[in-house]
């Protein structure tokens, strides 16, 4: 009897603060929310409701995000945690996309990179491969980003790759060639970059008439020849059939100082 006495106590208090916690966020009183959340998991977790527990966690980081990135990334990994603990493995996964996100929009992101890695790999886990390819991408955009050059090109390829057994996915392979291939010349010589074009045509037959193609062939000639207006030209010409997004940009720029520092060095040595 008194088991059920201290339970319905808990119930009670839960929904108690659960009304608080909804009146905190339409007053916009952020701390105050997440604050009460915390305090509805703990009622929860006495009352040995985990599940409402760790849902409990995502309310108060979902309120923390207005506020305060590091304490709403905190509650989610609690959250995760839990859900790993209950073995809702598809959950935990979602809410470490959650924190990738989360660090991304914040710009921290070693963070986002670690989490999007390891939300990738449960979803892979779990089978669930479509969305563990989608954070995969996430990875190899920011590990391109933070000059993480090689990772970056492993999760283009391994997601090109996967991409090639689902006729819904395939018409996207292209893309993500020419994203591996756009980070090769960051790093790599000309030659590496006309290497790995060929492996690319293995992977998709139709890869080798494609614009995607005809651009990395035409930069890594460009880079070959130090010749930075063909380089030019050839982002113009394809850049006024299928525009490059901030992020492609971004990369074709290092790009382009990695082949002036390769003639730098090379005038270097001649001299």
């Known amino acids: 009897m008194a088991m059920f006495s201290s339970s319905s106590k808990y119930e009670e208090a839960a929904e108690l603060l659960e009304k608080a916690c909804n009146n905190y966020k339409l007053a916009k009183m952020w701390r105050e929310a997440a604050d009460g959340f915390a305090l509805l998991a703990d009622c929860h977790d006495k009352s040995d409701s985990k599940h409402d527990a760790a849902t409990a966690h995502v309310d108060a980081a979902n309120a923390l995000k207005k506020i305060d990135v590091d304490a709403a990334v905190a509650s989610l990994r609690v959250a995760v945690s839990m859900f790993q603990d209950m073995g809702r493995l598809s959950i ?11 660090f991304e929009k914040a710009d921290k992101l070693e963070g986002a990179l670690d989490a999007y890695t390891q939300a990738a790999d449960i979803y892979a886990a779990e089978e669930s491969s479509s969305t563990a390819n989608s954070c995969k991408l996430k990875v190899a955009e920011i590990a391109a980003v933070l000059e993480r050059y090689p990772l970056a090109v492993e999760c283009y390829e391994e997601v090109a790759k996967a991409s090639m057994d689902n006729n819904l996915l395939r018409f996207s392979v292209k893309g993500y060639l020419l994203c591996a291939g756009i980070t090769r010349l960051c790093y790599q010589e000309p030659h590496g970059v006309k290497n790995a074009m ?10 080798g008439g494609s614009r995607e193609h005809k651009l990395l062939g035409d930069l890594a000639s460009a880079a070959e020849e130090g010749d930075a207006d063909a380089f030019t030209g050839a982002l113009a010409e394809y850049d006024s059939m299928s525009r490059l997004d901030p992020w492609k940009t971004k990369m074709l720029l290092r790009a382009k100082k990695h082949m002036a520092k390769a003639i730098e060095e090379e005038e270097d040595d001649l001299t």
């Open 198 to 207: 060929e492996r690319y045509e293995d992977i998709d037959p139709s890869f």
């Open 92 to 102: 935990s996964a979602k809410h470490l996309k959650d924190i990738g996100e989360t």
